[in-house]
């Protein structure tokens, strides 16, 4: 008997959830509206910083944007983020005619290098934008002070990081200009499409705010006119369609709750991977700091030089095997667009070129029983260990 594919990713969505979204949907209030407001008022509760302010919008990368957008990054400016990202991270820049420019990884965390950036700045560069990449936390010391000393922005990608900690502090509440999470369907909480920008900048957030919607400055209205009817609002830019819909703030109200029983099972999945794998030929995820949390979104391992068989090869059998996998990421430096607009050369980014050409990501969800964990390890031991 064959079993049954195991997909790379799945959600949970529980009758909490789907309770949660019936209501909604029986409200009559479906669009942005009190679910919103509550979902970003558990999230800075969340996140346990008061001075954070938390804007919900209808994807990470219309988060990153907004960010950016906000701190007035535009044309003649440079952006220093990582190559081994998602190519959300970068475009927004483009968005407001902004340059890109990308620089390599650490190769052992997999984060973008504090060394690579510092030796990126030049007059140009207006912030750095560091991904979190696979839910561990980039090295946001050396970051924070380098921007400090160059007067740079930073706009955290934590779409990978909830819950991730660094220092002991969650992401999110680092001291960084802004910080942008994901709530897409394979995230470590999902609203179907969302994303959640937090920031303790008051006028990061109020422009944010408007810009999600249209740049109908409708709050600043609100203040300068007691008597305005509820139909009167005013259009202070030409903003952007961002906002996040009530039916998806239900899915996250309760997800929310969930996230550390989420938290435990995705470590303890990858603590039984890291059990079955230790003699293997890979190189396996980096290891968060001592007292420090990984989110575990992505389980990514790397073949070693022993291993009997390459990546693209490996895939294929566990295809067959019948498991998903995937890669995080092809490097933005070889995609058709970022290659040919900033002319670049795999040699420019070693590590993460080498790391791409051997890594590839597991499953790794709540949702996967023993059983499921059992049949990847089996799976992986059998293909590296004939
Ligand atoms: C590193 C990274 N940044 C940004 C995004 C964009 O997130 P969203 O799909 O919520 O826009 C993703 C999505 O997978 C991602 O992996």
Known sequence: MTRAFLPFALPEIGEEEIAEVVDTL???WITTGPKSKRFEADFTAFLGDAALQAIAVNSA???????LEALGIGPGDEVITTTHTFTATAEVVRYLGADVVLVDIDPATL?????????????RTKAVLPVHYAGLAADMPALLGIARRHGLKVVEDAAHALPTTCGGALVGTLASDACVFSFYANKTITT?????LVTRDAALAERARTMRLHGMNRDAFDRF????PA???AVVAPGFKYNLTDIAAALGLQQLKRLAAFQQRREAIAAAYDAAFADLPLVLPPRPAPGDRHAWHLYVIRLADGAPLARDRFIERMFEAGIGCSV???????????????????????HSQQAYERMLTLPLYTRM???????VCDTVRALLRG
């Open 328 to 350: 995080h990421y092809i490097p933005l430096h070889l995609h058709p667009y970022w290659r040919d607009r900033y002319k670049l050369v795999p040699a420019q980014f070693p």
């Open 192 to 196: 179907g499409e969302g994303g959640m």
């Open 231 to 233: 139909w009167a609002y």
């Open 111 to 123: 984060n973008i290098d504090p060394r690579a950036v510092e030796a990126a700045i030049t007059p």
């Open 61 to 67: 990368t219309a988060g990153l944007h907004l960010a």
């Open 369 to 375: 029983s023993d059983a499921d964990v059992a049949r």
């Open 26 to 28: 029986r409200s009559g």
């Open 225 to 228: 006119t007691a008597t305005v």
